[in-house]
Nanobody, 120 residues
Framework: QVQLVESGGGLVQDGGSLRLSCAAS????????MGWYRQVPGKQRELVAT???????NYGDSVKGRFTVSRDNAKGPVYLQMNSLKSEDTAVYYC??????????????WGKGTLVTVSS
């Protein structure tokens, strides 16, 4: 099994910054990609940012230019630096990892989520 543990959420004022972290542990041979998604009540979970083991990143349109995803090494941790936060960024942020626990097997894992609240 693989566990993803997020940290860094909280309350911040409009225009402020926060940094989220996510660490992976357990049976991991390789992590193909790690990243962040977010969800608000009544809406679908949406892409925030992902980064591959090769360092290629992808961002949701609403966060481009404000958020930056990074990772220490191929097995994480993964970080999300969030700048110029807006009230519409308020959501539960979930860490995601596409893990290869052993050769020939790929599984998708989610963290439990961390709440980010941006007050105006």
């Amino acid at each position: 099994q693989v566990q993803l543990v997020e940290s860094g959420g909280g309350l911040v004022q409009d225009g402020g910054s926060l940094r989220l972290s996510c660490a992976a542990s357990g049976r991991i041979f390789k992590i193909n990609a790690m990243g962040w998604y977010r969800q608000v009540p009544g809406k679908q979970r949406e892409l925030v940012a992902t980064i591959t083991s090769g360092g290629n990143s992808n961002y949701g349109d609403s966060v481009k230019g404000r958020f930056t995803v990074s990772r220490d090494n191929a097995k994480g941790p993964v970080y999300l630096q969030m700048n110029s936060l807006k009230s519409e960024d308020t959501a539960v942020y979930y860490c995601n990892a596409v893990v290869v626990p052993s050769i020939g097997v790929t599984s998708n894992y989610w963290g439990k989520g961390t709440l980010v609240t941006v007050s105006s």
